[in-house]
């Protein structure tokens, strides 16, 4: 029983059930517009030094350039202290200010609060996804969805807890905000980790998957239902802590994945196979019994038996590819003899022997990284690909954070009595857009070989949709305007980061995601803080002075400027359109340049390896070896 554990502490399916748990803390953020309004009534600020306490907020949870530089310097468990440290002293200090317990503080001091408690969410996104892409290099897309999906669930996770233990409090939110992520993250320090030598069997990891996807699903179906619940039918109290139980379960669900592997599966196999399958190592290093030549000379092969290398081979995570004009330059010529056909096809395999076990045959290098191999994040900033990118994602992950943070008021300036319900449907559908995209990416990049940044075009076309219905203010247009942004801007956060990895390499993988999620801050400071405030604010002093006179509302003396109707956000969203379709035109040239990346990580040369006829073994130690975060 005691080995069964051990193997249990070594399963990547435990590392990804309990990084689960540290991605549905590591979006608290979304929750803001929950717990702002008593840090308004309470330090007495107005509702444009709350926009700007938002624009902090967007800052810290999206600036993660201390965790990016940490995760190559300190472990995982390193960061996960550093987070739950840092977010307990940031909301720790906003709920002793709300509770009167420190003395209030101006809205510069607050901002900066605010910007240190939500980058603890950095060093928890950072560990757990450099963690779990090391942990299914094969994967990435699947991964980074599913994680990320919990992130953009993070805060309706956090306000049914609230709702159901908590309210109307709004004090013990932030309490909860403040505590609950840190003991989260101390719980699951030791668990969440890279995993070297690990086996990745295709059948079993995609059954896998399907469970981990059914749960996503579940639970986004159920905080759905929760939420209609809630909003629409007079419940008790004890049907509240109910789904606040259910809710606990579901995020228990995954674990039964790790257990039913290593005490189901594994006690039916032969130990031989478990022993490989939990460490590889000796069997992989073991030597061959030696090979001849048909003239009989022996080959010496320090390499082992078990690897049948092809000439179709699949490079590495890390990006090295194998330069085969030097094979191509030995092609054998009609009047070689048999004989000596058979001493060159030896030798091309002994190289191949060396090429898989060490991960690639460097011939021809030229200066610096090529698009596949491992970049440090100064050679990366000078490379087209990776600009294309962040401005793509500027696009729209900055005009979908901007309709995200305005839909509260948007829906109040169109009549709906129940604003808030747009902001939880368009946290259900970011979930889902994170979790569809990261499945139909992984689909798009193995089985097609085509570049990942083709869903980016298509999430951003529906985002245009979408941002053209929220303009028109159709009848009905506000529930379908919300599935398509939400959608596509979830769509973002599972093909971003797995594009970065196989374009830039793992080794350095944690800093370069953090300096690409600069690009919501940036685009919520242009579209929102440039754009749709002063927009809203001009449209707002025209109905106070009576240019539109019909929306007027209230006494002309009322200093509050409130806007009504659908030309308060009209001509900030037909902008947000045309930068939509802009960031479609970057994510097509980003598809032209990286095409043939794309062919030579997951075509032709590496269907041997997809299709297990190398074993997948070799590949996922080489990767925590050559494309391991020193």
């Known amino acids: 029983m005691g080995e069964a554990w051990q193997r249990l502490y070594k399963n990547k399916w435990l590392v990804l059930a309990f990084s689960i748990w540290i991605q549905s803390c590591s979006g608290v953020g979304y929750a803001f517009g929950s717990y702002s309004p008593i840090i308004k009534s309470v330090l007495g600020f107005d509702q444009k030094g709350i926009s700007r306490l938002g624009v902090a907020k967007d800052i810290g949870d999206s600036v993660g350039l201390l965790a990016g530089t940490l995760c190559d310097l300190v472990p995982i468990w390193g960061l996960f202290i550093c987070g739950a440290l840092v977010n307990l002293i940031g909301y720790g200090s906003i709920w002793l200010i709300v509770t009167k317990q420190l003395p209030p503080v101006p809205l510069w001091a607050m901002c900066l609060i605010m910007m240190v408690a939500t980058n603890g969410e950095t060093f928890f996104n950072t560990g757990a996804l450099v963690a779990c892409v090391r942990n299914f290099p094969q994967n990435r897309g699947g991964i980074v969805g599913i994680l990320k999906g919990f992130t953009g669930l993070s805060g309706a996770i956090f306000t049914q807890l609230y709702t159901s233990f908590y309210a109307p409090d709004q004090a013990k939110f932030i309490f909860l905000v403040a505590t609950g992520p840190s003991m989260v993250a101390l719980f699951t320090l030791l668990i969440v980790r890279p995993i070297p030598q690990v086996v990745s069997i295709i059948k079993e990891d995609d059954k896998n998957f399907n469970v981990i996807y059914s749960v996503c699903l579940v639970i986004a179906a159920y905080l759905m239902g929760a939420m209609i619940v809630h909003d629409f039918l007079s419940v008790n109290h004890y049907v509240q802590v109910g789904f606040a139980f259910g809710l606990l379960l579901l995020l228990f669900i995954p674990l039964i994945v790790p257990f039913y592997q290593v005490f189901v599966v594994d006690p039916k196999k032969p130990q031989s196979d478990i022993e490989n399958d939990y460490n590889i190592k000796a069997p992989l290093l073991a030597p061959a019994p030696p090979e001849r030549t048909p003239s009989g000379r022996e080959i010496k092969n320090e390499y082992p038996k078990a690897i049948k290398p092809t000439i179709t081979y699949y ?55 090529r698009r596949g191999q491992d970049f440090t994040l100064a050679q990366a900033l000078i490379k087209a690909d990776f600009w294309l990118m962040f401005v793509a994602l500027v696009c729209g992950a900055g005009t979908g954070i901007t309709a995200i943070d305005n839909l509260g008021q948007m ?50 076309g529906m985002m245009a949709v979408g941002h053209l219905m929220f303009a028109m203010a159709w009848p009905g247009s506000m529930y379908i305007a919300s599935l398509l942004v939400g959608f596509g801007y979830g769509c973002h956060w599972a093909i971003v980061p797995a594009t970065a990895s196989e374009l830039f390499g793992l080794k350095n993988f944690g800093a370069l995601y953090n300096v690409l999620t600069i690009a919501v801050p940036i685009g919520s400071l242009v579209f929102s803080g440039l754009i749709a405030g002063p927009i809203y604010d001009a449209e707002a002093e025209k109905q106070r002075s009576g240019a539109l006179g019909a929306y007027a509302r209230g006494p002309l003396a009322d200093e509050s ?46 269907d041997s390896l997809l299709h297990n006829k190398v074993p997948r073994a070799v590949l996922e130690q080489d990767a925590s070896s050559s494309s391991s975060f020193h």
Request: aromatic fraction near 10%.
């Open 315 to 369: 490079p590495p995570p890390s990006g090295d590819f194998i330069e085969f004009s030097e094979m191509e330059d030995e092609k054998m010529r009609p009047e070689v003899s048999e004989r000596a056909r058979h001493e060159q096809l030896a030798r091309m395999s002994s190289r191949l022997y060396k090429a898989v076990a060490e991960g690639a045959v460097k011939v021809k290098r030229k200066r610096g990284p």
């Open 561 to 606: 400027l409130v806007c009504e109707g659908a030309i308060c956000f009209q001509l900030t969203f037909f902008i947000m359109t045309a930068v939509c379709i802009f960031g479609v035109v970057l994510n097509l040239i980003l598809i032209k340049r990286t095409y043939r990346v794309y062919q030579a990580l997951y075509g032709k040369r590496g």
């Open 411 to 460: 829906g109040e300036a169109q009549g709906f009595l129940n604003a808030h319900i747009f902001v939880s449907l368009i946290s259900i559908w970011s979930f889902l857009g994170r979790l569809g995209a990261g499945y139909a990416s992984e689909i798009v990049a193995r089985d097609y070989a085509a570049p990942r940044p083709i869903l980016m075009a298509c999430a951003q």
